[in-house]
């Protein structure tokens, strides 16, 4: 069973950082070389939305449209844990971001296509 922890959200105000963190475990043998991560956000009465993914072994990114520029995903393999660095934050981006995981090179938009979850880590953005 992968297990996926996200921690480092907060309450900030528009223009500030902040950088969430995923840690990642499993079963003892289990490496996620094969396995793509992702971070979805979904703030209230919205769907959930793809917000950036890294492929855990080529380090390869993929990034939203109205990210890019201002967040950065990255990993520490050797500790299994999934950055996303998030500036110039903005108060629409107030949501609950999740972690997630799937096996498998895709970094795709679809919620549905990842088939592991973290518990959430709310993201406050006052004007």
């Known amino acids: 069973q992968v297990q996926l922890v996200e921690s480092g959200g907060g309450l900030v105000q528009a223009g500030d950082s902040l950088r969430l963190s995923c840690a990642a475990s499993?079963?003892?043998?289990?490496?996620?070389?094969?396995?793509?991560m992702g971070w979805f956000r979904q703030a209230p009465g919205k769907e959930r939305e793809f917000v950036a993914g890294i492929t855990w072994r080529a380090g390869a990114t993929r990034y939203a449209d109205f990210v890019k520029g201002r967040f950065t995903i990255s990993r520490d393999n050797a500790k299994n844990i999934v950055y996303l660095q998030m500036n110039s934050l903005k108060p629409e981006e107030t949501a609950v971001y999740y972690c997630a995981a799937r096996v498998g090179l895709g970094l795709y938009d679809e919620y549905a296509s990842w088939g592991h979850w973290g518990q959430g880590t709310q993201v406050t953005v006052s004007s």
């Open positions: 499993g079963p003892s043998g289990l490496t996620f070389s094969s396995y793509a």
